[in-house]
C-alpha cells in the first residue's frame, strides 16, 4: 500500500527477543490502562466501530511502550490471535500540573487516542510504523483517555504512547507527569456520579451562588454552597454549562463511564484577564470567518451586552510559517474582520480596540502542524470595567 510521506515517519524495525507479553498481563492492577481485547476480520483496513463488537477479554498495563519488533505469541490466557486484533485502552489521567501537554504515539498499525471523547491524535490505517502527535490543555482534574489500536497482517508490531509536560522532557506514558487509573465501570442499571464543588479558579473558594446547567433537561442538578452530586445513567455523554454573577460561563461536557470526582473552576471577569475565542477559524491565508466561529463571538456579544462600560482588546496570532511581515498584516486583518462582525451587531466601536501579533506570540510549538494550530487564534482582554 503506497502512503503519502506527510503522514508517516517510518522508523527502522529493531527484532527483539520476547520473552513477555508487551500489551499487557491478565492481572488487575489500581494504577495504569485497562485493555478490551477484540477479534477484527482479515483485511480490516481501519480502527473498527469497537461499540459494535464484543471483547474476548481484558489487560491491565502501566505504560504502552512496545517498540518495533517482531512478535506472534498472541494473549496467554485469552486468545491466541496475534494478527487482525484491536484493543481499547481506558483510563483516567490527573495531570500534577496544569498547562499543554504534547503526546505522541508510534504504531504499527492504525491507532486513535482520545481525551475526554476528544480526538487528540488519528494514526489509522494499515501502515508501517510511524508516529503522530497532538496537544491538549489539562488541569488537575481527572480526565479519561483512551487509546484505540488495531493490528494487521502479521508478524511486526509496535505501539508507544509518549508525554510532554509543556518544555519539559518527552516521557512514556504516563511518566512522572500524570497520574493514571483503570475506569471502574458500573454495573448495568446502576447511575454513575460525579461529585464536585464549583470554585473560584485563582482563589480556590467556593461560589455559593454558581449554577450547574445540563444541556439535557432531564439531568437537572442540584448544588448547594457550591457542593454538587450529579447522578446520571452510564455510557452517555453530558454538556454543560456553569454560571456565576462576575464570572465568565464555563462549558464542558461530562462522558459518564464511571465515578467522578472533579471541581469545576470558574474564571473571574476582571481587567486584564485574557479569553480566547475557541473555534474562531479563518480561511486558509485570508480574513474570512469560516462557519462554526458564531458560537464563540455570540458568547462575547452576550458578555458585552451585560457589561455596557467593559472595553476589550482584540489580539490575532498566527504560526510562523511564511513571510513574517505578511502573518502581520493577516493577523491585523483577522483582527478587524473580528471586529466588523461584533459591531455589525451593535456593540459601539469605540469599546474596541485591535492588534494583530503575527506569529511573534506562539502558544506552542511551530514545529508539527498539529502544535501550530494553537497558534492561529484570536484572543481578548478586558481593557476596562468601570
Not at 154 to 165: G, S
Amino acid at each position: 500500500m503506497k502512503l503519502s510521506p506527510c503522514w508517516f515517519v517510518v522508523l527502522p524495525i529493531a527484532l527483539q527477543a520476547q520473552t513477555y507479553n508487551p500489551f499487557g498481563s491478565v492481572s488487575s492492577r489500581a494504577d495504569g490502562l485497562a485493555g478490551k481485547i477484540y477479534a477484527l476480520p482479515e483485511n480490516t483496513r481501519q480502527l473498527p466501530d469497537f461499540n459494535q463488537l464484543r471483547p474476548l477479554g481484558t489487560i491491565y498495563t502501566p505504560e504502552i511502550n512496545i517498540s518495533q519488533r517482531s512478535w506472534t505469541d498472541g494473549f496467554p490466557g485469552v486468545t491466541n490471535r496475534f494478527e487482525w486484533f484491536g484493543i481499547v485502552y481506558e483510563g483516567v489521567i490527573t495531570a500534577k500540573k496544569r498547562g499543554i501537554y504534547t503526546f505522541r504515539v508510534v504504531s504499527d498499525d492504525g491507532t486513535k487516542l482520545f481525551v475526554d471523547d476528544k480526538l487528540i491524535i488519528d494514526n489509522d490505517g494499515i501502515h508501517p510504523p510511524g508516529e503522530r502527535s497532538g496537544q491538549v490543555a489539562l488541569d488537575g482534574a481527572e480526565h479519561r483517555i483512551r487509546l484505540h489500536y488495531f493490528q494487521g497482517p502479521k508478524d511486526y508490531i509496535a505501539l508507544q504512547l509518549f508525554v510532554k509536560y509543556q518544555n519539559a522532557e518527552e516521557t512514556i506514558f504516563p511518566g512522572n507527569v500524570l497520574l493514571v487509573t483503570p475506569i471502574a465501570r458500573p454495573l448495568q442499571g446502576e447511575q454513575v456520579v460525579w461529585h464536585g464543588r464549583i470554585l473560584d479558579d485563582s482563589t480556590h473558594q467556593p461560589l455559593p451562588q454558581a449554577r450547574l446547567l445540563p444541556a439535557t433537561p432531564e439531568a437537572a442538578v442540584v448544588v448547594e454552597a457550591a457542593v454538587f452530586d450529579w447522578r446520571a445513567l452510564p455510557g452517555r455523554t453530558y454538556a454543560y454549562e456553569v454560571q456565576h454573577p462576575g464570572y465568565y460561563v464555563a462549558h464542558g461536557s461530562w462522558a459518564a463511564v464511571a465515578e467522578r470526582k472533579q471541581d469545576i473552576l470558574l474564571r473571574k471577569i476582571r481587567v486584564g484577564s485574557t479569553v480566547r475565542l475557541e473555534n474562531v477559524q479563518f480561511k486558509q491565508g485570508k480574513a474570512i470567518l469560516l462557519p462554526g466561529a458564531e458560537t464563540a463571538l455570540q458568547k462575547l456579544l452576550t458578555l458585552l451586552a451585560e457589561h455596557p462600560t467593559m472595553t476589550i482588546e482584540l489580539a490575532g496570532h498566527t504560526d510562523n510559517v511564511g513571510d513574517a511581515d505578511k502573518n502581520l498584516q493577516l493577523s491585523q486583518d483577522r483582527v478587524a474582520a473580528v471586529k466588523a462582525y461584533l459591531v455589525r451587531r451593535g456593540t459601539a466601536a469605540a469599546r474596541i480596540r485591535g492588534r494583530g501579533y503575527g506569529g511573534t506570540r506562539p502558544r506552542a510549538s511551530n514545529d508539527r502542524e498539529e502544535t501550530r494550530r494553537l497558534n492561529r487564534r484570536v484572543e481578548f482582554t478586558i481593557t476596562s470595567i468601570e
